[in-house]
Structure formats: C-alpha cells, structure tokens
C-alpha cells in the first residue's frame, strides 16, 4: 500500500493527465482537504511537492497550487528516424524542403517550430579532438541548434555538433548558417561533399541539468536530463560527425528495438 | 572560455581520472587556494559543489573535502547482450552456470558479485495489466532483483519483472527464489516452458531517484537515474516478460549502434 501522501498526488496526477483538471486549474487549497479529512497538512504539502517534482503542477507561495501546460512526450526511435533520415537526402530538393525529422517525431508542422542555428569555426576541445582522432589544434566547425515548438516555447532539443573544418569547407554552403534549417539536414549536407553514413551509434547518459540548461529548456525542478552522444560514421568507419544533444527527462524517451535471431530448429 | 570555478573543477576531475589523486585524499583546503591566487573562496567553494555534484568527491562540513571511490563505469549494450543470452540458453548447464550477463559487462567475476532475488505471485498492478493487455485480476509472478559489486558494496542495478503466472507455472521451478541465479537466466527459464523470445525492445527515461533509490543505490547528491523499460515479446509478438531496470546515472550508459543500409547506385 503506497503511503498517504503517494496516493492523494495520484489521485491528482490521474486527474490532470485524463484531463479533468487543465492547465491553470487550481488545486485545492490545504486546509480544505485537511478539513474534508484527506490527510493532514503534511501529508497535502508531501502530495503537491511531488506533484511539482513531477512537473504536473506549479506552487505558488501564499497563492496556490496551479495545473501546469502538459507537455507532448516525445518517443524518439533513432533506428527509424536515421535510415529515414539516409533516404531522404537522396530525395529532390522540393521534397527534401517539405517535412523535417523533427517535424516527424513531435508530429508539429513547420510553421510551429522555431529553429535556430548558430555555427563557429574553431580548434577542436581536447575531448572532440580525442573522439576524432586529431590534434587539438585541428580546426572544427562547431554547430549550435536549438529546436522549440511555438507551442510549448521551451525548445525540445539543445544540439552540439561537431564536424572537421576540412570536410566542411569542400562546400562553402556548409559554412553558412544562414542556410538552415537545411533541407534534408546533416545527411544532405554531407552527401554535398561526397560522404555517405554506413553506422550511428547512440551512447545515452543522464545528469540533472546545468542551471544554464534548465533556464534553456524551461525545466520543472526535479527534471533530470538525458544525453545524446551521437557519432556518425562513414563506409570506412571513420568518425565524420558527431553531436551532443540535451533533451529534458519530463518529454523525451528513448526506443530501440532489437530483433532476435532464431534458434536453429534441429 | 569557461568560468575560474569550472576551469578549477576541471583540473581537480582530471587529477581524480588520472590516479594522481586517489580516494580518500583530501582536497586543499579552501584558505590555501585563495591564499595561492587561485580564486575567491565563492570560486572555490563553487568548483568543490560541482564535483560533489559530478560524484567525484565528498565535503564534509568543517573538516574538508575528499575524493571518492571511483566506481567503474558500465557500458550497457543491449544488442549484443540480448542475442548473447539467447544464444547462451541453448548451452548444457555447466556452461551457462560458469558466467552470466553481468559478469561479462562489469568485468567481474561470480564471487565479487553478490546476487539477491525474491519472488512474489501477486495480482498485475494497473499498468502491467495494460502493458500484458490481461484483467487487473490476473495474476502475474513479479520477480526483485539487485545485483550488487562486493568491491563497490552499491547495487549495479535493482530489477522489477513480470511475467504471467499461467506462463511461469508450467515449470514449479520458476516459482522458486531459492533457484535464482538461474544459470541462463530468463532466457532460459523461458525455454523450459517452451517460449523462445523474437524480439526485445529498450525504451529509456531519466529522473531523479527517490529518496528509497537513493538509499539502494548509494547514490551521491545529484544523480539521475536512468530507467530502462525492457519489454520482451514471443516469435509471435505477444509480450511474455516485462521489466523496470534502475540504473545509476553516475555509472551506467547504454550503447546502440545503428547500421544504415546503402544508397543504391546508380
């Protein structure tokens, strides 16, 4: 049986997310579930608090307790998203402009997404130079991108990517952010200089946010954040590119699916 | 260029990484540094937060700050431990008896390993019952484990699965704690009531541990944990096994690598 105060935030956690109670709804106050009998006020105060953990609820000092925007959770499934990704990039421009990834995995369409890009040509951090295989004086260009829905205005993803300046400078156009969002996106921009993807590999951890981090993403206290380390590779398995990407716990989960072979019949 | 404090951080985590400081030893103290032009004491006191933060150190109030034992990390990756157990439940006993799964991705060896298991036939809680699409009233065999380091005395991980009781119940065995570890494990006791698995899907969220995680897991302050939802389906698609895996942000990533098929050519 869980404790009290578990099940009395349930109870409200089960109200919110069937929609019975909506955003900016207040809930009770205190002393009024404690005078209905519903616990007493350590308990109420226990329930809300883990509410607010739960990003479910805001606490207003002296005010109240109000029902925060409820926020689309996002199933990200690299498995599909980059063979999709790979396809596409051969596709028309035309084409290629229509949808994005992202536009894809929140199912928003573009004009409700806000995207920004900001690129730096630099000398590679000791830890990006590592992961290349370069010297640390080997020039990188650096890619910032931050991804919001006009919804939600809290950006869905924060992205660091990281590319040889070399590979990068075969094509001018990839030098220029003024050019994103790029149809057909870092797939399409790396087949423009000859190189084809052959693997990714996901690597996934998980820290609480920076207090940059939860300012960015506009994190509930109590969120933890996931992170993607995303190397791309060539045919040849050269490391070509590879990205960080901050994305808040309360909105995103990860899905991978791994097939089985079958057992010999004998 | 980052902050002193970070900057200050940096260097102390990268003694601790590198051996030159070991656990126990303590940090400067605060007086010293400033003493040395190395910060203000807000800098410092802010660089030795960040790696109480980041796990590497402990601060004990009026006396000082020191390094913690640093615990090994683990790369967990599905793909081939899944296949690997799978293949490894159609060996004789004595070879599924020498080494298991956590053995093979800590490094350790059984008998630095300590193992505990206990067993429950119990009614499927709501969100089983819909994730195995039975009545509320069905009964299911829900299994706890925790598999802990004997070198690092915290548990690697703490394991809710379910299974149908209807399924397990075919072999007695399967009812009995007192088996546990299983040599092949569940892949194994699935084989002995005629079940081969086709496909197992991962899906991964992140949050902060609750104060009972906390304890088990003997986390430092501000860790996150990662929660792998592991979900285990027959040849024909039906869900046989479900389970919840906490794992410690602070010493767990997960690892998938994603093949992409070829651009034709033309």
Same mark, same amino acid.
């Given at each position: 049986?869980?404790?009290? #105060?578990?099940?009395?935030?349930?109870?409200?956690?089960?109200?919110?997310?069937?929609?019975?109670?909506? $955003?900016?709804?207040?809930?009770?106050?205190?002393?009024?579930?404690?005078?209905?009998?519903?616990?007493?006020?350590?308990?109420?105060?226990?329930?809300?608090?883990?509410?607010?953990?739960?990003?479910?609820?805001?606490?207003?000092?002296?005010?109240?307790?109000?029902?925060?925007?409820?926020?689309?959770?996002?199933?990200?499934?690299?498995?599909?998203?980059?063979?999709?990704?790979?396809?596409?990039?051969?596709?028309?421009?035309?084409?290629?402009?229509?949808?994005?990834?992202?536009?894809?995995?929140?199912?928003?369409?573009?004009?409700?997404?806000?995207?920004?890009?900001?690129?730096?040509?630099?000398?590679?951090?000791?830890? @990006?130079?590592?992961?290349?295989?370069?010297?640390?004086?080997?020039?990188?260009?650096?890619?910032?991108?931050?991804?919001?829905?006009?919804?939600?205005?809290?950006?869905?993803?924060?992205v660091d990517s990281w590319i040889p300046?070399?590979?990068?400078?075969?094509?001018?156009?990839?030098?220029?952010?003024?050019?994103?969002? #790029?149809?057909?996106?870092?797939?399409?921009?790396?087949?423009?200089?000859?190189? $084809?993807?052959? $693997?990714?590999?996901d690597t996934i951890s998980a820290r609480?946010?920076?207090?940059?981090?939860?300012?960015?993403?506009?994190?509930?206290?109590?969120?933890?954040?996931?992170?993607?380390?995303?190397? %791309?590779?060539?045919?040849?398995?050269?490391?070509?590119?590879?990205?960080?990407?901050?994305?808040?716990?309360d909105r995103v989960e990860f899905l991978?699916? @791994?097939?089985?072979?079958? #057992?010999?019949? %004998?």
């Amino acid at each position: 049986m869980a404790p009290k #105060w578990r099940q009395l935030a349930d109870e409200f956690a089960h109200q919110i997310r069937s929609g019975d109670l909506r $955003e900016g709804d207040a809930l009770p106050q205190i002393r009024d579930l404690t005078a209905q009998g519903r616990g007493s006020t350590t308990t109420v105060q226990a329930a809300y608090r883990a509410l607010e953990n739960e990003g479910l609820v805001r606490i207003v000092r002296g005010r109240g307790t109000y029902v925060r925007r409820q926020r689309r959770r996002i199933v990200r499934q690299s498995q599909s998203r980059y063979q999709w990704e790979k396809d596409r990039a051969l596709l028309p421009e035309d084409e290629r402009r229509k949808t994005g990834v992202t536009e894809q995995e929140t199912g928003l369409r573009t004009p409700q997404l806000a995207f920004h890009a900001s690129y730096q040509v630099r000398k590679a951090p000791p830890e @990006i130079a590592a992961r290349f295989g370069v010297s640390p004086d080997a020039q990188m260009l650096h890619r910032h991108y931050r991804t919001s829905s006009r919804d939600d205005t809290a950006p869905v993803s924060l992205v660091d990517s990281w590319i040889p300046y070399s590979v990068a400078a075969k094509n001018p156009e990839l030098l220029d952010s003024g050019r994103e969002p #790029w149809p057909g996106g870092t797939m399409h921009q790396l087949a423009t200089v000859g190189v $084809e993807l052959g $693997e990714i590999t996901d690597t996934i951890s998980a820290r609480p946010p920076t207090a940059q981090e939860t300012t960015a993403l506009d994190l509930p206290p109590g969120t933890s954040i996931l992170v993607l380390h995303k190397a %791309s590779y060539t045919l040849d398995g050269d490391l070509i590119e590879f990205s960080e990407v901050i994305l808040p716990g309360d909105r995103v989960e990860f899905l991978y699916r @791994i097939p089985l072979k079958r #057992w010999p019949t %004998s």
